[in-house]
């Protein structure tokens, strides 16, 4: 979501470094205008004061401006320590004194657009036009894709995972059912904490139809699966990290949106196809629960999700 805010930088002649955890590195290294690219060695969710200040030591001096985008007060801390003249970056948590210069947090909780919301650091107008954009080399991705057996356009990608919970996560039994009705393959994305949700849709899913489900959740790597990604038919996935990979690749994708919603965080894509119940005209009763962002269904049924069914991500694909 913050690739448009990068190509904005680079456009107007900033030579960008980004600063990103391991998790997601990769996904910075797939965009042409990023030169380089700084792994933190900090575990995700953790304060790790030292290592901050240390590294924070080794970038002082080497730039002029930093971008800070994650909202946190620890964020902020890196490039203070680092002395960087320009910090731009949200108010925040608090942070106001760590930045030189700020942009007012949302009003009243409001969860705008994401990537408009990033691309404000920019001091620029004319974010309604920005769409997030992937690059995979060839060459790199045949290589990905001759060591996992796949051909080009020759399967489907399930994403069905979100870290967030399962109020964003599309029933295993309609991902397993909509596999079984494809005429080409499904290779199945996610991390190894999706490994047993995976595991349950291949089984399913090959139950009724030979091979018709590869597993590789939690045995590819990042730049593995954005290869992967990249190089597929289409791409069925919840509201996740993956969603806005397919999207960046300007892939035929279907978007499946349960508790949370696509007007915060959209595919950004002309070839998506987002469903939610929210905007499904006639659905009865209304969802007047929806867009609840909740982690589990307060109400226990999670029918934003359960009442989407199979047949309706099939007419898409």
């Known amino acids: 979501m913050t690739e448009p805010l990068l190509r904005r930088l680079h456009a107007r002649g900033e030579r960008l470094t980004v600063g990103a955890l391991p998790w997601v590195a990769p996904v910075y290294r797939a965009m042409p205008q990023v030169t380089e690219v700084i792994e933190f060695p900090f575990a995700h969710g953790g304060l790790q004061w030292r290592a901050r200040r240390a590294l924070a030591r080794q970038l002082r001096g080497k730039f ?4 800070v985008c994650p909202n946190s007060l620890k964020s902020a801390l890196l490039p203070w320590w680092a002395d960087i003249p320009r ?69 489907y990608v399930f994403a069905p995972g979100a870290e967030y919970g399962p109020a964003k996560r599309w029933p295993a039994e309609h991902f397993a059912t909509l ?10 994305l996610g991390s190894s904490k999706e490994a047993q949700l995976c595991a349950a849709i291949a089984s399913a899913a090959n139950a009724g139809r030979a091979g018709q489900c590869l597993d590789l959740s939690g045995r590819t790597s990042l730049d593995q699966a954005l290869a992967v990604i990249a190089a597929a038919r289409a791409v069925v996935s919840n509201d996740s990290g993956l969603m806005h990979v397919a999207a960046a690749f300007a892939l035929p994708q279907v978007a499946i949106f349960g508790s949370s919603s696509p007007l915060h965080t959209p595919p950004l894509s002309t070839r998506a196809q987002v469903l939610w ?10 969802l007047d629960c929806a867009p609840c962002y909740a982690r589990a269904c307060p109400l226990g049924h999670t029918r934003c999700l359960v009442d989407i069914s199979p047949a309706q991500v099939l007419r898409f694909l």
């Open 179 to 188: 596999a079984r009705q494809l005429s080409l393959p499904v290779v199945l």
């Open 277 to 286: 119940l929210k905007n499904e005209p006639g659905y009865q009763p209304p």
């Open 64 to 67: 002029d401006a930093t971008y």
């Open 87 to 155: 910090r731009v970056g949200y108010q925040g948590e608090s942070r106001s004194w760590l930045l030189t210069q700020t942009l007012p947090n949302p009003v009243n909780g409001a969860r705008p657009p994401m990537v408009a919301f990033y691309s404000a650091l920019s001091g620029e107008a004319g974010l309604e036009t920005d769409r997030p954009v992937l690059h995979m080399s060839m060459v790199v991705g045949d290589a990905v894709l001759a060591g996992l057996s796949l051909q080009r356009k020759a399967y």
